[in-house]
């Protein structure tokens, strides 16, 4: 593996930052209050009344919280939870499903892989780390894997993945909120931006870039998004595009751009490159309370007084250009009860995943005040595991957002590779490894 840069990164500009702690102490004291406590994701629910969070990119430009970061790391500095060549990566292996067929009849579907992607996935898990500390260490602990291999893995029949061990704030901490400072904060988007710069320094050499996150994982790639590739024209010839669901990406409303990107767009075709897919799953209209598709959400306190000028951006990954599309949902048969957070159904499957076929469709909705992608059954006579018992008013189907929709998510990535690479025929050269 070559250790050359990227031909063409533009890294946005640092200089050797003061010291650590008198910067943190100038951040704006708002930044404070506990970042991204409604990130549950995977795993347990939380009263809404006790989710009172704020986003960093709500509060202070991006580009300052470098000044209290470290300068450039050295590739020994990033734990790998996913890379092309590790050994028991959770995120290739056996892709295999069992196809469950609305009459109750199942199919195998064989793993499809490629021998040479052309572009890369940079992927950040969501909440799901079980320690009892603020912030988690780098070890890698059975749900990194398990979330991996639920969410990311499918992805490598159309990228290579790269996933990143990041200090995310842990279960423990976002139910005591009380023990979340600044610093632990900074510890989390810390961890994924200096991978990040080790992944492009070390690993991507001019290879296209596809952004997965969910939940903690969406926020803080948006923060990244912001920060390295919103201003840098020629940074953002490298993203493919970035798969956000579960973090409330902002736009201004009736528009592509304006809430959280000025020039990152959302995704208006499946062949259209360098745009956000973002969404937030229901299975019927968001509440009063919802966490999730409002901008008067309580995770997003500093945009309420925006929130007739704003609204949560909902990208169909089913139909990108609008209208209904049938939801291709691929969940993982083993440790599903901790995906879904109840015991789910998966009868005699004997493969890594379970699909259900033409049982759902998705569409955006809009009722004025929330945006979300609609999952309905496509009959009512469906014998099949019905996924709006895991639905809530509050939290929707957030613990599903990726799942629902994974296999529409790893062929959208396809078609915009197929795009991304003819705007740079010279890439694939370039990027032999």
């Known amino acids: 593996?070559?250790?050359?840069?990227?031909?063409?990164?533009?890294?946005?500009?640092?200089?050797?930052?003061?010291?650590?702690?008198?910067?943190?102490?100038?951040?704006?004291?708002?930044?404070?209050?506990?970042?991204?406590?409604?990130?549950?994701?995977?795993?347990?629910?939380?009263?809404?009344?006790?989710?009172?969070?704020?986003?960093?990119?709500?509060?202070?430009?991006?580009?300052?919280?470098?000044?209290?970061?470290?300068?450039?790391?050295?590739?020994?500095?990033?734990?790998?939870?996913?890379?092309?060549?590790?050994?028991?990566?959770?995120?290739?292996?056996?892709?295999?499903?069992?196809?469950?067929?609305?009459?109750?009849?199942?199919?195998?579907?064989?793993?499809?892989?490629?021998?040479?992607?052309?572009?890369?996935?940079?992927?950040?898990?969501?909440?799901?780390?079980?320690?009892?500390?603020?912030?988690?260490?780098?070890?890698?602990?059975?749900?990194?894997?398990?979330?991996?291999?639920?969410?990311?893995?499918?992805?490598?029949?159309?990228?290579?993945?790269?996933?990143?061990?990041?200090?995310?704030?842990?279960?423990?901490?976002?139910?005591?909120?009380?023990?979340?400072?600044?610093?632990?904060?900074?510890?989390?988007?810390?961890?994924?931006?200096?991978?990040?710069?080790?992944?492009?320094?070390?690993?991507?050499?001019?290879?296209?870039?596809v952004f997965i996150g969910h939940s903690q994982g969406a926020f803080l790639l948006s923060m990244l998004l912001q920060s390295e590739m919103d201003s840098n024209p020629a940074n953002r010839d490298l993203m493919v595009s970035a798969l956000l669901p579960g973090g409330n990406v902002s736009v201004r409303a009736g528009e592509l751009t304006g809430g959280d990107f000025a020039n990152i767009p959302a995704c208006t075709s499946a062949t259209e490159t360098s745009c956000v897919v973002a969404y937030s799953t229901f299975s019927s209209a968001p509440g009063e309370d919802a966490l999730f598709g409002r901008v008067d959400s309580p995770i997003n306190p500093f945009h309420q007084d925006a929130s007739r000028h704003l609204q949560v951006l909902c990208v169909n990954p089913t139909s990108i250009g609008g209208g209904s599309g049938p939801a291709l949902p691929y969940l993982p048969t083993s440790n599903l009860a901790s995906l879904v957070g109840k015991t789910w159904p998966i009868g005699s499957a004997k493969t890594p995943f379970i699909s259900y076929p033409g049982e759902y469709q998705a569409t955006c909705k809009s009722n004025g005040v929330a945006d979300w992608l609609q999952i309905d059954r496509t009959s009512t006579k469906d014998a099949r595991p019905n996924v709006s018992t895991l639905s809530s008013p509050t939290w929707g189907l957030h613990m599903v957002d990726v799942s629902m929709v994974l296999g529409n998510l790893v062929d959208l990535v396809r078609t915009q590779t197929v795009s991304w690479e003819a705007k740079n025929p010279s890439a694939r050269q370039a990027s032999t490894r």
């Open 1 to 209: 593996m070559s250790n050359r840069a990227s031909p063409g990164w533009d890294l946005v500009e640092r200089r050797d930052p003061p010291d650590h702690r008198s910067v943190v102490r100038e951040l704006p004291r708002l930044f404070a209050l506990p970042l991204l406590i409604c990130l549950i994701g995977v795993v347990s629910f939380v009263a809404a009344g006790e989710v009172v969070a704020a986003r960093v990119s709500t509060l202070v430009d991006t580009s300052k919280i470098h000044l209290a970061l470290p300068t450039e790391p050295s590739p020994t500095d990033t734990v790998w939870l996913c890379r092309p060549g590790l050994i028991d990566n959770p995120c290739e292996g056996d892709l295999s499903a069992t196809l469950v067929g609305a009459n109750g009849k199942t199919t195998v579907e064989p793993s499809q892989s490629v021998a040479d992607p052309p572009v890369d996935c940079f992927y950040v898990y969501p909440t799901v780390s079980l320690q009892k500390g603020t912030n988690a260490t780098l070890e890698i602990d059975p749900e990194e894997r398990a979330i991996a291999k639920a969410e990311a893995a499918r992805f490598s029949q159309v990228c290579d993945v790269y996933a990143p061990m990041y200090p995310q704030l842990t279960k423990a901490a976002i139910k005591d909120t009380s023990k979340i400072s600044v610093q632990g904060e900074l510890n989390a988007y810390e961890g994924v931006w200096k991978a990040f710069l080790d992944y492009m320094a070390h690993y991507n050499r001019g290879r296209g870039v």
